[in-house]
């Protein structure tokens, strides 16, 4: 069968309200649905940030790089890329008239199918929705029934804040937009299956495939990926982003061979578990061992620039948070924090802070734990157990 070989592809923008193995029954993706039948699908993938770098540098943390060829069309993620050394890196052409996902596939293919034998191991980054919004009409208009509106042709990602009275029909034909989007992702991942099926090596490669950052759709009146920039002078906090439209993403892997059956893992994890879970794929080590190591994970957390958001087994919480002029970053506190059930509000849509103060209080000490050791991956305290242990207990 020949060394085993292992692709991962990443793309920015693409949230699990844009995947059909995660609910969405709209958006016809025949080969996402065939790796995740006869793969993992983890339920539960969080990002660590609401910006792309950090999350990208989790995965990085965890690969041996002299082993990978990495191609990638986002010139944030070039950018970030050449620092890495060790690493086979992919020029794209950022050619406007060639710029496509499938351009992207294609070339980063035929560069690693040509020197396999040196880096066994590719990793595609898609800016996918973040970049122009490319797919046939066609594609926006099967999300349509006869009475719908025509969905708008506009090419350029959105980025807005929807008003309060805002048109249902100008957010379906941006949701539109980004269905079709997910469409050509999935023609993409079809490519790749097709291509490992016609040179022989489709039973020793192992696939993976995650989204990095989520595409808010107005779920809190956000559109896009922009970030919100905080007013000192205003009464009232601008929009915020560590929701979980942006911060869950979908994460999927077929194994080598692929497996009969596929299943579901529903524990937290997030983009560090992605690198230490695919690196231990390219040592050989066997996925069904890999879905019994990862049973204990209780709590992901994500920040930005001045909001965390933290999730537990039944928890979500987002809380404002400030920086001094020493650098410290601590939880704003005239401001109460925003509470939510979990998994139950996926969406987020039911704040329920000021009903379960014994919860807020809990969420904001961890917070805090988190806030003080931010510059660890993976803060562990007896004093972080003993508050996750409390919150275990109160029930909903």
Not at 50 to 68: C, D
Not at 151 to 180: H, M, N, Q, R, T
Not at 300 to 323: N, Q, V
Not at 359 to 383: C, E, F, G, T, Y
């Amino acid at each position: 069968m020949g060394d085993p070989s292992g692709i991962l592809v990443t793309i920015e923008g693409w949230g699990v309200n844009l995947a059909g193995c995660y609910g969405n029954a709209l958006l016809p993706t025949p080969s996402i649905d065939r790796l995740a039948a006869h793969g993992i699908v983890f339920d539960q993938f969080w990002m660590h940030s609401t910006y792309l770098e950090p999350n990208l540098r989790a995965i990085l943390q965890s690969i041996h790089p002299s082993r990978w060829l990495v191609a990638t069309d986002s010139i944030q993620a070039t950018s970030m890329l050449r620092d890495i050394a060790d690493l086979d890196r992919l020029d794209v052409t950022h050619d406007p008239d060639r710029e496509s996902f499938d351009h992207l596939l294609t070339e980063a293919l035929e560069s690693w199918l040509q020197q396999r034998q040196q880096t066994p191991f590719l990793w595609i980054h898609s800016k996918g929705l973040a970049g122009a919004w490319d797919a046939p009409y066609a594609y926006r208009q099967l999300m349509c029934d006869a009475d719908d509106p025509d969905p708008p042709k506009d090419i350029d990602a959105p980025d807005l804040v929807l008003s309060e009275d805002f048109d249902p029909d100008l957010l379906f034909g941006l949701a539109c937009g980004a269905g079709a989007q997910s469409v050509v992702i999935d023609q993409g991942i079809g490519l790749i299956l097709q291509t490992l099926k016609e040179i022989g090596i489709e039973e020793n490669c192992w696939i993976a495939l995650a989204g990095i950052l989520g595409f808010p759709l107005g779920e809190h009146r956000r559109v896009g990926l922009g970030h919100r920039s905080l007013d000192p002078t205003s009464i009232k906090p601008a929009h915020a982003d560590a929701y979980s439209e942006r911060l869950h993403t979908p994460w999927m892997i077929r194994p080598a061979p692929e497996m009969k059956l596929g299943t579901r893992l529903t524990r937290l994890l997030q983009p560090r578990d992605l690198g230490d879970w695919i690196e231990s794929l390219s040592d050989g080590r066997d996925s069904k061992d890999l879905v019994e190591a990862y049973q204990d994970a209780t709590l992901a957390w994500a920040t930005s620039d001045d909001e965390i958001a933290l999730l537990t087994e039944h928890w979500s919480g987002r809380f404002d948070t400030s920086k001094d002029s020493n650098g410290v970053v601590s939880i704003l506190e005239d401001r109460i924090g925003e509470i939510y059930c979990f998994p139950e509000d996926r969406w987020q849509q039911n704040e329920i802070g000021n009903r379960v103060p014994e919860v807020q209080i809990l969420m904001r000490q961890i917070a805090s734990i988190l806030l003080l050791d931010h510059h660890k991956p993976n803060p562990q305290s007896d004093r972080l157990s003993e508050l996750l242990s409390d919150l275990s207990t109160i029930r909903r």
